[in-house]
Structure formats: structure tokens, C-alpha cells
């Protein structure tokens, strides 16, 4: 174990720093009468029990989770611990421990500084990032219209870092750490940079001395750079370094696209490249950083934002000077500068300085609607922002009646409002938005694309099923990097489309006039499954073998499905109470898996099938239907097992 001493006269504390050392804290909380433990519901499940069973006390030991993420840092997250601490009679000789990483570093220190005008509290950051920085120094906040805007100076009585708690984050979470490191290292010490630099495949490894180095370099330099300096009067300034920028990202973004490190690496890059078109930072400093980015496999793209809505966060940081911003450059590595910059200047080098634009694209169906924004590079996705899906039936009875419901068009006119809002948060002005069969089929498309121009100002494309399928195999393709031949299937609500070839060629594609909502109003508009079952699979082969289909080797390509009878089939499988990418995208799911679906959602009546954990309930009316037609192709293409992709239409209008 290493101990280090941050020196600020009575202020003075020790971090210590090693494994399996959660014990040592036994040392330092003797004297408290009551304990509150403050926790979040991701690091709550996997160390609080490993935790308490290390104190020594256990009479008067309290612990309070939060939600887990940089939006639950603010006054009303605060205020519940505050009514629980005075409901349990905590006093100014009780202490606060923080179980967690930054954001629960960062609130669970303000609690401290603020219940009865400042109590003691320990940190044992559980992240990376937040054991070589939140941990440490004092610095105690929430968010409020801006990042860290509420808080106050509060030094710790003891920083715990036991780096064995670093074996469950994820990789991004570990680069997010990397990320105030490279900081770190950057502006203190050019060796350490170097060091970090040479040593980047141990660190891609994660290999456990290296860390070691890493963390007890970066703590140290903390410390002394506190002990300097403990209210940033001076060089603790230099710890803002990409910072600033940072900070915009991670509100513009409503902190749920970049962790706050990956948002600092941006920031880094940001003020490089600037500083060098200011005459400030050298070429190399620019050019070695982006270097190490890459070898740490850190995306380092700037993303650019409308200027004024950019700069408006960007001047309530507190650092700034009326019509000046205050930024930290790095002209060499090792050595710091600070610079006031006017606005104006910063407007007229804006454009040069970024690298990612952002497009927001709407997918209109014929059972749902989607939102997708993301940033774009160079025609590749850079950065996906968020994805959304409302059912809103669009297509309903269109089969039968020819035309769209008026309460149909109002339902899905509701959705683009909502969708065209958040567009406009963001400030973009790239969009495009799709429709496709139920509003190519219907007699009175022009009234609704009319009605939404009128209403929301958005222009509706109205594609063709080529073009349908076009997108969403090119889609696939975005994040393909073989050769390999598939076979993509598109199941829609009023049509699915068949794409075979490779990056290459396309050598069939088709839409095909049935989907899960023609289907069910077709075969099983009174849930009669059973028996009608068999005239549906009939009615889709005779459609199957009208084409060239039937003049294909299947036994060359892969099987790929996209879209959200797919993609329900494993959060049903999975249970899963939120829809989760990781869990969902490139998921093989077997013959075996889609029958026990299929059993499970034909034993249930619609209303017992909006409760199955994993399907939403708008989807319960059609899930069967689309299940079904997922059972006949595969049966049709001779396969065993299909590869999900969450990428489809959208990813391939997004970079068309």
C-alpha cells in the first residue's frame, strides 16, 4: 500500500493506495458517532455488503443510494439525504463516506460541506477517474444550469483508493479515467506523458503495474498541485485544461452522450488546435496528442455545435471574465498557459477547429416512429446521440381502407412535434424524414405529409421499398469492416424487405407486401392464430417464390436481421425492463429461441402480453404476426440462427 499526504496545514489528509485495502479505513473513523454511506444503484450492488463487512463499527452505519449518472447530481437528489440525515438524528461530529465515482464523489462532499454548516466525509472513489481526480482537493458540487455551478471548498479526511474495484468497469469507463491522466500528465510532467505514451498497448491491456504507476503519479501531482494551492487561486487552474469545452459537451448533450472524460479528451483536443491557430500551442503538441488518442483507441473528433447556443453555456463557466473566456492551452507538453479570449475571435475560428457535424433523421413506419441524431464524420457515424421509437399505428386498417385514420395522422403528427422539439434543442438543421409503405400505400398521403409540413415544419420523403431496402442494408453495412455475403431482412409493420449480397454488390432486393400489421389484419384480425397459421406461411412462400429467390444458394450468406420484431425477440428473451443496444445488438438468436417466444406470446391474450417483461405493450397486437414471418424465413432460407443488428434504415439514411 502507498500513502501520500495532500499538505494543506489542519486541512491535511493522506490518500492511500492499493488492494483489497477497504479495512484501512477502520484507522480513520473511530471517533464518529453515526456514519452515512452514500452509494449509487450500479456500485451499491457490487462493493456496499464487501464494504460494511470491512468496518470494524457496525452500530450506527447508514448508507443511501442514489440513481447512477452526472444527470441526478443536483438539488433534488441532495435534498432526501438531507430530510434521511435529520430523520436519523446526524449531527456535526457524524461523518459522511462516498461509496462511487465522480458524481457521487462530488454531491456526497457538498452534502457534507452543507448539513449543519460542514461535517467530516471520506472518499473511496470507485472509478478511475474519480480516484485520480474528484477524490481529491476539495472541490465539492452539483449542477445547476451549468456544470459544478453550486458547491464549495471541503477537503476530504482520508481518500481510499483500492484499485481491485477497477476490475468491473467497463472499458469506456476505464478510458474515461485515461482521460485525466493524459490531463494530467500533459500539462505537469512531459516524462509521464512519454511514459503513458510508450507504455499505451500495457495500458490497452490494462496491465495492473502500469495502472499503479498511472494512479500514484496522477494522485501525487494532485496533491501537490493542492497543497499549492487549494482554492485555484493560481496553478490548480491548470487542472482545467480541456475542461472548459468539456463542460459545454456534457450539457449540451444533457450529459448523456460523453462520460466526463471522453468529453475532457475533446476539450483537450479543442483548445490544441486552437491555441495552434492562435500562435500559442505547438504543431507537435496538437499532432502528439491526437497520436496517443488513437493508440488509446479514445475518440478525439470535435463536435460542432450551433455557435450561439455553444457559447451561451460556454459563458456560465465560472472561470470566464465578462465578454472574455478564461481557457488552460498546453504550448508545450509539461508547461501551462492561461489566455483570456474574445468571443468573436473564437467565432471566427470555430468552423476550422471542429470535425463532426450533427443530422437528425425520422423514420415514419407503418406501426412506429423513430428519431435518430448523431454526429457525422467524413459520411461515417462518429458519435450516436440518442435513438427513439414511439408505435404510433400509423398503418392502421390502411390494408383494408386505402387510406390513413384521421386519428392515426394524429396520433404520429403528436410524435414528429415531440421529435422536432428535440431537434431544435440540439440546434440542427440537417434533417431528413422518411416514410415508407403505409404512407406510400394510402390514398390521402398528401394530407398528411401537408399536415406535418404545416405543423411541424418538417418535409416528408416518401420512399419507395427499394429505396427502403437500400438504406437499411447500407445500414448494416456501417459497421461491416468484411466481405462476407448475408442475407438482410427488414421486417416492418406494412412490408419487409429482402436484401442479399456484400459491400460490394447487391444482387437482390425486394419489398415485399407483408409485415407483422398486414399480416395480423389479414390471417388474425380476431386472434384466431391456429388456424390460420398455415394460410399465412403459404401466402408469404408464394410471395418468396414469385422472385428470383428461389435461383439462390443459401447456404453462402448470413443471415442478419434488423428492426423491432427482430430486436424483441431478445429483450424477451433477456427480460430486459429497459431496451439495451449492448444487450440486443449483434445477438445470435437461434430457431429454438424464436419458438419459445412464439409459444410464449400465443399463450397470452393481447391485454396479458402488454405485462411480458422486454415487449412493449404498444407492439402486443402485432408481436405474433412479426414473430411468425421471422419463423417463415428463416425456415425459407434453411438457417438455424439469426445475427441481430440494431443498425437498419436509419444508420443508412444517416449517411446517405
Do not use: W
Not at 460523453?258 to 499532432?287: C, Q, S
Not at 409503405?437 to 418535409?459: G, P
Amino acid at each position: 500500500m502507498e500513502k501520500l499526504r495532500v499538505d494543506l496545514k489542519e486541512k491535511s489528509y493522506d490518500i492511500l493506495i492499493g488492494e483489497n485495502i477497504f479495512n484501512e479505513i477502520n484507522n480513520y473513523i473511530k471517533d464518529y458517532k453515526k456514519i452515512l454511506i452514500i452509494t449509487n444503484t450500479t456500485v451499491g450492488p457490487l462493493y456496499l455488503e464487501k464494504f460494511l463487512n470491512s468496518l470494524n463499527k457496525k452500530d450506527n452505519v447508514f448508507t443511501f443510494t442514489i440513481e447512477d449518472g452526472e444527470e441526478y447530481k443536483k438539488l433534488d437528489t441532495v435534498l432526501p439525504i438531507y430530510d434521511f440525515m435529520l430523520e436519523n438524528n446526524f449531527n456535526r461530529k457524524s461523518l459522511i463516506i462516498s461509496l462511487g465515482g465522480g458524481v457521487v464523489c462530488d454531491l456526497s462532499g457538498y452534502v457534507a460541506a452543507t448539513f449543519m454548516r460542514g461535517i467530516d466525509f471520506i472518499q473511496v472513489p470507485t472509478t478511475l477517474l474519480s480516484q485520480v481526480d474528484a477524490s481529491i482537493g476539495g472541490k465539492v458540487a452539483i449542477n445547476y444550469k451549468a456544470k459544478n455551478i453550486i458547491g464549495s471548498f471541503h477537503q476530504p479526511k482520508l481518500v481510499l483508493v483500492d484499485i481491485n474495484v477497477l476490475k468491473t468497469l467497463e472499458s469506456r469507463e476505464i478510458k474515461s479515467g485515461l482521460g485525466e491522466i493524459v490531463k494530467m500528465a500533459a500539462t505537469f510532467n512531459k516524462d509521464f506523458y512519454n511514459f503513458i505514451f510508450e507504455n499505451h498497448e500495457k495500458i490497452n491491456n490494462f496491465d495492473k503495474e502500469i495502472f499503479i504507476k498511472m494512479i500514484l503519479h496522477s494522485c501525487q501531482t494532485k496533491a501537490n498541485v493542492v497543497s499549492q494551492d487549494e482554492k485555484e487561486n493560481g496553478i490548480r487552474a491548470a487542472l482545467n485544461y480541456g475542461h472548459s469545452y468539456g463542460h459545454v459537451i456534457e450539457k449540451i448533450t444533457d450529459y448523456k452522450v460523453y462520460t466526463h472524460g471522453e468529453a475532457v479528451i475533446l476539450g483537450m483536443n479543442f483548445v490544441n488546435k486552437l491555441g495552434y491557430e492562435l500562435g500559442i500551442v505547438e504543431k507537435e503538441v496538437v499532432d502528439k496528442q491526437i497520436e496517443l488518442f488513437k493508440k488509446l483507441k479514445m475518440s478525439y473528433l470535435i463536435p460542432k455545435y450551433d455557435f450561439e447556443k455553444m457559447i451561451n453555456i460556454f459563458k456560465k463557466d465560472k472561470k470566464n471574465n465578462s465578454d472574455k473566456l478564461r481557457l488552460v492551452m498546453c504550448p508545450k507538453l509539461g508547461e501551462v498557459k492561461f489566455i483570456d479570449l474574445e468571443i468573436e475571435k473564437l467565432k471566427e475560428l470555430y468552423d476550422k477547429i471542429t470535425d463532426t457535424k450533427l443530422r437528425a433523421i425520422i423514420d415514419i413506419g407503418t406501426n412506429s416512429v423513430r428519431l435518430f441524431i448523431a454526429e457525422l464524420y467524413n459520411g461515417y457515424i462518429n458519435k450516436k446521440y440518442l435513438k427513439l421509437m414511439e408505435i404510433t399505428r400509423l398503418g392502421e386498417d390502411v390494408d383494408k381502407n386505402g387510406f390513413l385514420k384521421d386519428e392515426a395522422i394524429e396520433r404520429t403528427v403528436n410524435v414528429l412535434k415531440n421529435y422536432k422539439n428535440i431537434i431544435d434543442n440540439y440546434k440542427i438543421t440537417d434533417i431528413k424524414v422518411c416514410a415508407t409503405s403505409a404512407t406510400r400505400d394510402s390514398s390521402n398521403k398528401d394530407i398528411f405529409i401537408n399536415k406535418v409540413k404545416k405543423e411541424t415544419d418538417l418535409n416528408i420523403e416518401c420512399i419507395s421499398g427499394e429505396q427502403e431496402g437500400t438504406y437499411c442494408f447500407n445500414g448494416i453495412l456501417s459497421e461491416i469492416d468484411n466481405n462476407k455475403k448475408f442475407i438482410a431482412i427488414d421486417i416492418g409493420g406494412g412490408s419487409t424487405e429482402i436484401i442479399i449480397g456484400n459491400k460490394e454488390n447487391i444482387e437482390f432486393i425486394k419489398s415485399f407486401n407483408f409485415g407483422s400489421v398486414r399480416l395480423k389484419e389479414k390471417f388474425f384480425k380476431n386472434e384466431n392464430y391456429k388456424e390460420n397459421i398455415a394460410k399465412m406461411e403459404k401466402f408469404v412462400y408464394n410471395m418468396l417464390n414469385e422472385t428470383e429467390l428461389k435461383h439462390i444458394n443459401f447456404d453462402e450468406y448470413e443471415l442478419i436481421g434488423v428492426a423491432g420484431t427482430v430486436t424483441t425477440q431478445v429483450s424477451v428473451l433477456k427480460r430486459l425492463k429497459e431496451y439495451d443496444t449492448n444487450e440486443i445488438h449483434n445477438y445470435l438468436l437461434t430457431i429454438d429461441e424464436i419458438e419459445k417466444n412464439l409459444n410464449l406470446f400465443m399463450s397470452k391474450s393481447i391485454d396479458e402480453r402488454k405485462e411480458i417483461i422486454g415487449l412493449h405493450p404498444k407492439r402486443a397486437e402485432v408481436i405474433v404476426s412479426g414473430t411468425l414471418i421471422l419463423k417463415i424465413l428463416l425456415k425459407y432460407f434453411n438457417k438455424r440462427v439469426i445475427l441481430v443488428s440494431e443498425n437498419d434504415i436509419l444508420e443508412g439514411i444517416m449517411i446517405s
